[in-house]
């Protein structure tokens, strides 16, 4: 049994259920020293909110080539981009960042470096959040279609940005690993008749790899699969029922009959088909389907749940935890490097395509 070794995770959360706890400890202790380290536990605690949000935000180690590049109107349709060095037509892995499409930005992409020495480009996007969506229903619709959108542009640009049009790969963590998936399972939504000719591009990617990713946005699979779910509310316009007592999740659950379409068409285990790529997840602690979480929002039983529709479909795929049997590709840059540089499933590779790899 090999086991997979930590990527970089969830750091706020991590920090502050180490405080909580050392502080739950100190009522056991003389309170002379109880006030000590309380109090020391709540210095350090703005320390780690502030340091890992900068971490969050400071710019990748490795200077874009473009910037803000506008792909629509809104200040959030931009997207940053960075050019391997290549006479050839590189591989792209296009980056979609988490924080509940309530949060967040491009800024968060990882393994900038390594996908350029592997000669890879790499495009990170903004998009608008759920928050923007003031007239648009549901909600999710603006950061999947924006995903969607940012996606057909940077294809667009393949000459002029020396991109392999065929090898785009999604990537993301949490929400942006969602819209990744979403992206990966669903139609392709190129207009070829369109007089746009952004709009006359792919939506198809290569592949798609994640970082503890939701993979059903669907509250009655949720909760059979986590059953202390609270998440996905809020992708559909739901605020919970005061009136009812009703949290978000509640009330999502009570009212999911009436918004089957649009779980139809936004959630990615309904997307899934054979004709879909290989996808690659990742989560940072192991599944224990069926029971409740510590972290539901980014459960492994996510992925355990999406792996028999993978399974029925036929698709390739790998499940990556502590734990996990059998890793080829202990991180998502592993697994996206080979990807996007190795032949395609059943070709050979030619002397000049591994000359290129190395």
Known sequence: MSHCPCEQASGIYDAIMRIK?????TSRLPR??????????????PFVLVTSALSA???????????NVAYGPHPRQVLDFWKA??????????????????????GTVTDVERYLEAGISVASINYRLVTDAANVKPPVKCPLEDAARALQFVRSMAGPWNLDKKRIAASGGSAGACSSLWLAFH????????ADPVSRESTRVWCAAVRVAQTTLDPKQMREWIPNSIYGGHAFGFTGNKEKNQTQFEEFFEKREQILPWLAEYSPYNLVSPDDPPVYLWYRRPPTFGTPEKDPTHSANFGVGLSGALRKAGLKYELVYPGARDVRHPTVADYLIERLKGPADGEKMSV???????
């Open 21 to 25: 706890r050392l502080i739950r400890k």
């Open 32 to 45: 002379r020293f109880a006030r000590v380290l309380a109090a020391g536990a709540a210095l350090s605690a």
């Open 57 to 67: 935000t400071t710019p990748p180690p490795v200077a874009q080539t473009l910037t």
């Open 85 to 106: 060095k290549s006479d050839r037509p590189t591989p792209l892995v296009f980056y979609i960042h988490g924080g509940g499409w309530r949060g967040g930005n491009k």
């Open 187 to 194: 139609n392709d939504m190129a207009d070829p008749s369109s």
């Open 352 to 358: 000049t395509e591994r000359a290129d790899k190395r």
